[in-house]
């Protein structure tokens, strides 16, 4: 018998940990993930593998100078989480360098700063992707066309190491802007959008990812399965995808309906670029999301106007990771202010009063 | 009866399904622990002032024969549970994880079992009053046998300043492990039946819904059964979910109303009362015995024989672990009540008490604890809470030392379910955080009350020394004054004996 009489119960526990929640997560990006490594080839592969090692071993790192046990803490996955939804986010045919200090500033200044797993306000992968993409503006929106491993224009073994790892200007030849980029740039143009959407990837290609864009963002289609999995898992609740996507996809065909030659319809939104990535996997980041109902209700609308404002009218032709990291700031803000119901209480607190029986009648 | 098939129930929030291992003693029937050599009885077996001793060392007792009776309106007597010798009143460990000693009296069983001549078993109980019914609960030392031990009477009388409808049978046993409530409601439904018939009787209730959950379909069967010929009774099959046998919960399931914060069910015009009690109410009236043992679930995984026992109030609980087989290996713990919210035992010499409906011996292998880790604001535990708190907040809050704001995020609204800490995939233990503040609010709550009270007694002297300086300058100005009276007198009469010597 256990000499700690003292602690309480319960005595039984859910087969619950985080290393389970985080080995689900992986498991619901793995059919996109290898979607997505197949299509892009072997840079791919190189440049998932460099972000994920840089993100473990930032970790260690950062959890030795903090004086915090290291194998605990490695052993829940959240550093492979991160690598990996960061890896996901990125030009697949980017430079290892790009991943390499991505992971340092996801692990480390996301992260690590602000105290390690659970003290993040914002997702670390949005925060690398963020500054990546200010820093480095060219090296983050150089896409490439799909490759398949093993294809006639799939770049070998030795000249994809010269992809990831080398100077290499092969990807010159091959870059490709994403939809979501290309109907940007023409829109901007002032092309309208049936002549320029011709030359776009069809909604079939989209969906299931036949189409340049980032490493693991281009198949919608495993990405939704996945998402659904994590669902019927229990790691994830509806609330935030649903919202997220509602909005996105309300906004995008209201916009449509009124002028359909200068604003892009809702099928490209949802299926093409990060929205499905976003609403099944970063915005429902357990640590930087609202922990009630209505608060991810909110928060997941939130999401879904702010992409498509951003995409819509700022500057960049993708607006997730922003969207994302202005939400991830509102979370405190929501959860202070949307909280559950207390049984037997009414919203503001006081405790329920019936009008016509019970108390004190006699 | 009515049927229970077609009966609405409303949904609550919140809840976990633990593995519920009643398969382990579910299927033994209730069996009678023989004799222990000595029987320890402690006076304080529910909740409110403990009972007096009424005994000494040395004194021979029949069994039901009054040991201690009850001080106060919230209290409970407690009754000898055989015949032997009192072999002492004094300090005996507690059935509490503190394990403090507690006042007990001591009682060597003579082997005779001897029923004390006195009783008064009734056959025509249908004629008694409520008030009736309810002075013999509490006579018979009757508390809730689900475990909080609240004194029967008490809610028999509520009657009195609430208008109630309904009584509510909680069979709903959702605690893992335990069957003693399923074992008694299969084997002994006439008389819980006829318990609940009288308890309805002294509440004045319209209708009773005897609630059992759907894991239990052979205590519903037999349930039905007896309730066959009662208009009154429903048997209600409730949804196997932790913590349904709460009793706000319950009630809500069932009527659909919540209990208002701070209040009681009987706000709402409900009553809950344990299966245990039913049957403990129908011993009393009925056979005129009082509450002198009870059926506990002896089980665990690192029980030889898992059974349920009827056993005498006082027993210690080694006598049920031998009666039991024994352990298979050492127990990681050992548990009062069921995982979820039970206790843990300081040591097996504790006795059984009225409130003790199980006695858990947890294997390590299947319930060892692992580390804890930071919270990643999964938002399970706010899924999980029955009672819409945002268990992660109010644990941060008690962690910076700010208990304050963790009541006014809901601390005292909280159960104590330990769904919260169940679900926690960081193992984060919550149901600690939350009993560490509620007893230290507890404990500040008393010191602030004894300042207040210190400072009022201060007061109050010095208001009295006041009064009493103030009478004695009263007095003293009044004898002055006298004095000086008699001075004047003294010189009016020297002058007027001067002037007539003149």
């Known amino acids: 018998m256990s000499e700690e009489t003292t602690t309480f119960g319960p005595y039984t526990h859910a087969k619950s940990s985080i290393s389970r929640t985080m080995g689900l997560v992986m498991l619901s990006l793995l059919p996109a993930t290898l979607f997505g490594l197949y299509q892009f080839g072997w840079p791919a592969i190189f440049l998932f593998l460099t972000t994920i090692v840089a993100c473990v071993v930032a970790e260690a790192f950062s959890l030795r100078v903090a004086g915090k046990p290291i194998k605990p803490f490695l052993m829940d996955g959240s550093a492979v989480l991160t690598g990996w939804l960061l890896a996901m986010t990125l030009p697949p045919w980017a430079p290892w360098w790009i991943g390499l200090i991505g992971a340092l500033l996801a692990i480390i200044v996301a992260k690590q700063v602000f105290g390690g797993l659970g003290q993040n306000l914002f997702n670390p992968a949005m925060v690398a992707r963020v500054a990546l993409l200010i820093s480095f503006p060219l090296e983050m929106t150089l896409f490439n066309q799909p490759a398949p491993l093993f294809s006639a224009q799939a770049p070998g073994f030795l000249e994809s190491l010269a992809i990831t790892f080398g100077s290499s200007d092969s990807i010159d030849a091959v870059s490709s802007a994403t939809t979501l980029g290309h109907l940007k740039t023409e829109l901007g143009q002032g092309v309208g959008l049936p002549e320029a959407a011709t030359t776009t990837a069809s909604i079939w290609q989209q969906l299931w990812g036949q189409t340049s864009g980032s490493l693991g963002e281009t198949s919608a289609l495993l990405l939704l399965l996945g998402g659904l999995f994590l669902i019927y898992k229990k790691v994830i609740t509806w609330h935030i995808p649903l919202s997220m996507l509602g909005t996105l996809a309300l906004l995008a065909s209201l916009f449509h309906l009124i002028d359909s030659d200068s604003y892009v319809g809702p099928m490209t939104h949802l299926l093409s670029g990060a929205a499905i990535l976003c609403a099944f996997f970063i915005a429902t980041d357990l640590v930087t999301s609202p922990v009630s109902i209505r608060g991810q209700i909110l928060f997941g609308a939130g999401c879904g106007l702010l992409i498509y404002v951003i995409r819509t009218w700022a500057g960049y032709p993708e607006g997730v990771a922003f969207a994302v990291m202005l939400m991830n700031a509102c979370t405190p803000l929501i959860d202070h202010y949307l909280k559950p119901r207390i049984y037997g209480r009414d919203r503001k607190g006081e405790p329920l009063v019936y009008s016509n029986e019970g108390a004190d009648s006699k | 009866m009515t049927t229970g098939k077609l009966f609405k129930l409303f949904k609550i929030r919140g809840g976990v399904h633990p593995d519920d291992r009643k398969q382990l003693s579910a299927g033994q029937a209730i069996e009678k622990l023989p004799m222990p050599p000595l029987l320890h009885i402690p006076l304080q077996q529910h909740i409110g002032a403990p009972a007096e001793s009424l005994v000494r060392r040395g004194d021979e007792v029949k069994k039901g024969q009054l040991l201690a009776r009850n001080q106060g309106a919230i209290s409970a007597p407690v009754h000898a549970p055989t015949s032997g010798r009192i072999m002492g009143v004094g300090g005996y460990p507690a059935h509490h994880p503190s394990g403090l000693s507690v006042r007990t009296i001591t009682l060597k069983?003579?082997?005779?079992?001897?029923?004390?001549?006195?009783?008064?078993?009734?056959?025509?109980?249908?004629?008694?009053?409520?008030?009736?019914?309810?002075?013999?609960?509490?006579?018979?030392?009757?508390?809730?046998?689900?475990?909080?031990?609240?004194?029967?009477?008490?809610?028999?009388?509520?009657?009195?300043?609430?208008?109630?409808?309904?009584?509510?049978?909680?069979?709903?046993?959702?605690?893992?492990?335990?069957?003693?409530?399923?074992?008694?409601?299969?084997?002994?439904?006439?008389?819980?039946?006829?318990?609940?018939?009288?308890?309805?009787?002294?509440?004045?209730?319209?209708?009773?819904?005897?609630?059992?959950?759907?894991?239990?379909?052979?205590?519903?069967?037999?349930?039905?059964?007896?309730?066959?010929?009662?208009?009154?009774?429903t048997v209600v099959g409730l949804p196997t979910r932790y913590p349904m046998g709460s009793e706000k919960h319950l009630v809500q399931t069932l009527v659909g109303k919540e209990t208002p914060a701070r209040g009681l069910t009987a706000d709402i015009g409900v009553v809950v009362h344990n299966v245990a009690t039913a049957r403990a109410v129908y011993d009393a009236i009925v056979l005129g015995r009082p509450l002198i043992s009870r059926v506990m679930t002896v089980t665990g995984e690192s029980i030889q024989h898992p059974k349920n026992v009827e056993v005498l109030i006082g027993t210690p609980l080694n006598n049920l672990i031998d009666y039991c087989g024994g352990f298979t290996e050492i127990p990681e713990r050992l548990i009062s009540g069921g995982p979820m919210m039970g206790q843990p035992l300081p040591s097996l010499r504790v006795p059984a008490v009225k409130g003790s409906n199980g006695l858990l011996a947890l294997s390590g292998k299947l319930n060892r604890a692992t580390t804890e880790m930071p919270c990643i604001r999964c938002a399970s535990c706010v899924n999980a809470c029955p009672c819409g708190l945002v268990p992660l907040d109010m644990a941060n809050h008690i962690k910076a030392g700010s208990l304050d704001s963790s009541v006014k995020l809901g601390l005292l609204d909280c159960i104590g379910c330990g769904s919260c800490a169940y679900v926690c995939p960081s193992h984060i233990p919550l149901v600690q955080y939350f009993n560490y503040a509620k007893g230290e609010l507890a404990s500040r709550q008393r010191t602030q009350h004894k300042q207040n009270e210190t400072k009022r007694l201060a007061e109050a002297r010095n208001e009295r020394m006041e009064k009493i300086k103030q009478a004695k300058r009263e007095a003293m100005a009044k004898r002055k004054k006298e004095m000086e009276e008699k001075k004047r007198k003294k010189a009016e009469e020297a002058a007027a004996v001067a002037g007539a010597e003149s």
């Open chain 2, 109 to 233: 069983p003579d082997g005779e079992d001897e029923w004390l001549d006195s009783l008064e078993p009734c056959d025509d109980y249908d004629q008694f009053s409520p008030e009736e019914i309810a002075d013999r609960v509490a006579r018979a030392g009757i508390v809730g046998m689900g475990g909080a031990t609240f004194p029967s009477a008490v809610k028999l009388n509520l009657r009195k300043r609430y208008s109630l409808h309904t009584l509510v049978i909680n069979g709903a046993e959702c605690e893992p492990y335990l069957t003693c409530d399923d074992r008694l409601m299969r084997e002994q439904a006439m008389q819980v039946v006829e318990g609940v018939k009288l308890m309805a009787r002294a509440l004045g209730v319209e209708q009773i819904l005897f609630a059992i959950e759907n894991n239990k379909p052979d205590a519903q069967a037999s349930i039905r059964e007896a309730a066959e010929q009662s208009e009154m009774i």
